[in-house]
């Protein structure tokens, strides 16, 4: 190839918005624990882990697998704006956010102020937030993922439910610290087929700093 045509190449990249010089994604399939992937059949997916046990990148990754396969409507519901915006959809330099890690080619437009990720494959993501149940009256979805749900209200869970009947059948993902709130607990009811995966924080410690980890270990020694 002359360095003309690779320069002309590299140009049309960028001008599509793919940075030529990126390193190539590595499929989360090849990198994820068998914890963090959805079990083939699998309707609804629960998630419960410590912090930093890989739930939320999981999660993002599981919501994003569904919106690739096109003229999909997906909502996301978390406690707050600030957790829908920064920890579910934009992220903060973590990688574990939806838009940190889809490939920026896939992404038509991002909305940020109403929290709505359009998809050039014509699929369509919407953030909620807890805060606010009543936004989720009248829209509907096939897919849902619920972010910290035990931190979640009760009533904008049942509000995010009663929207979720798009199709023939309607998938969701539920990720969560494991403590007994009264969320989680009513989650855990109403979906005794579920698969439940769990994990520790430990479990992705090849993915943290170590200070952080020992801190950790110091904190919950012999509890």
């Not at 149940?133 to 995010?160: K, T, Y």
């Not at 439940?196 to 020992?214: C, E, G, I, Y």
């Amino acid at each position: 190839m002359s360095p003309a045509t690779k320069a002309e190449i590299e140009e049309e990249l960028r001008r599509r918005g793919i940075n030529p010089h990126k390193p190539k994604r590595i499929p989360w399939e090849q990198t994820a624990r068998p914890e963090q992937l959805r079990p083939e059949g699998c309707i609804d997916f629960i998630l419960l882990g410590g912090r930093a046990g890989g739930k939320t990148r999981a999660a993002a990754e599981d919501t994003l697998r569904i919106a690739r396969q096109g003229n999909k409507v997906i909502h996301i519901l978390a406690p707050t704006y600030k957790d829908v915006k920064t920890t579910c959809i934009k992220g903060v330099g973590g990688g574990s956010s939806l838009l940190e890690i889809a490939d920026p080619a896939e992404i038509h437009a991002y909305n940020q102020t109403d929290l709505i990720v359009t998809f050039k494959n014509g699929s369509v993501i919407r953030g909620f937030t807890s805060e606010e149940p009543d936004r989720l009256n009248g829209v509907q979805c096939s897919h849902l993922w619920v972010d910290e749900f035990g931190l979640c209200s009760i009533e904008a869970i049942d509000m995010a439910l009663l929207g979720l009947r798009l199709g023939d059948q309607v998938t969701s993902t539920w990720s969560s610290t494991p403590k007994p709130r009264p969320a989680t607990k009513y989650v855990l009811g109403l979906y005794p087929d579920a698969h439940v995966s769990r994990m520790r924080t430990m479990d992705n410690a090849a993915n943290l700093a170590k200070n952080f980890l020992d801190t950790v270990i110091r904190q919950y020694e012999g509890t």
